[in-house]
């Protein structure tokens, strides 16, 4: 018995191993010729795009101006209550720049706040109250993203707050999830709730020298070429502003677009639903039901 036991254990785990040595590469393979078919057809008819986001704004009025004065769509995300977030926004705005509130959270290493924080200890009436305050202070405001917020993030009990209190408002705000911590929940709950969202795909100037920001501007342009679109966060450094204003007039030539964060979410999610549709197509009834912007 023992030895036919083995035997057929033997014979089984033979014909699994065939199996799958024989018919699983062919059935993942097709699987991800399907999938990259797909995708590359939703993005077929686009070039690359990516969206660049200068945050930490309203602190400094010149380097704030040379943020604004950019060229292109590069949004402009202002800490709420500091001393020039008001003129530069109005500013911003009539630039054509997209306006964003740059939310400041808790953060795990207990750094110091900026006005308007939002925090772990407030109850639900004290943030949203904070965040309705913080969306007032920000003129022309059609988005958040999150300044530090690696502790607060990853809390889907305040996020739901958030995404629930920026779905409230009349103007159809987009989440920007600067991906402070990997343990972050707050784009999954921005999905959740129907907030049109993305994630930061690259921090241009953590370290802000040349070199490191041109290879993390290499990065963002290769992710965009792979993926379709990426997006970068950078902040109003000396360093980083020289390096979009030498580098951004050329991205044409590179076949390389520059969108406004709402337009690349647009594109994101048309690309989303270009695939789900080439995997199904009753999938793509339920998603045609989904918010658009
Ligand atoms: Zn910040």
Redesign the pocket.
């Known amino acids: 018995m023992q030895c036919c036991a083995t035997c057929h254990g033997t014979a089984r785990s033979k014909w699994m191993m065939r199996f799958a040595t024989g018919v699983w590469p062919v059935v993942l393979f097709t699987a991800f010729a399907i999938t990259g078919l797909a995708r590359a057809e939703s993005t077929d008819n686009a070039p690359p795009a990516i969206s660049i986001i200068i945050?930490?704004m309203g602190k400094l009025i010149q380097a704030g101006r040379r943020v604004i004065a950019l060229p292109g769509p590069v949004a402009c995300a202002f800490l709420p209550k500091e001393r020039y977030t008001g003129e530069l926004a109005n500013a911003a705005f009539q630039s054509g720049k997209e306006v964003l509130l740059?939310l400041p959270m808790d953060s795990v290493d207990g750094r110091r706040l900026d006005h308007g924080a939002v925090t772990l200890d407030m109850t639900e009436r004290q943030f949203i109250a904070r965040v309705q305050d913080n969306l007032a202070s920000v003129p022309h405001v059609t988005g958040v993203n999150n300044?530090?917020g690696s502790l607060l993030t990853r809390h889907p009990g305040h996020m739901l707050w958030l995404m629930r209190e920026m779905r409230q408002q009349q103007m159809p705000l987009i989440f920007v999830d600067?991906r402070t911590t990997v343990a972050t929940v707050a784009r999954r709950v921005a999905e959740e709730n129907d907030v049109p969202s993305t994630d930061r795909n690259v921090f241009l100037d953590n370290e802000p020298d040349d070199e490191r920001i041109a290879y993390q501007f290499r990065r963002l342009l290769k992710l965009a070429r792979s993926q379709g679109t990426a997006l970068a966060i950078g902040h109003p450094y000396p360093q980083t502003l020289a390096f979009l204003e030498r580098e951004l007039p050329q991205l044409k030539q590179q076949g390389v677009q520059l969108l406004p964060v709402r337009a690349l979410i647009e594109q994101q999610q048309e690309s989303e639903r270009t695939w789900q549709a080439s995997l199904s197509p009753s999938h793509k009834a339920a998603k045609s039901s989904k918010p658009q912007l």
């Open positions: 945050d930490d740059h300044h530090m600067s």
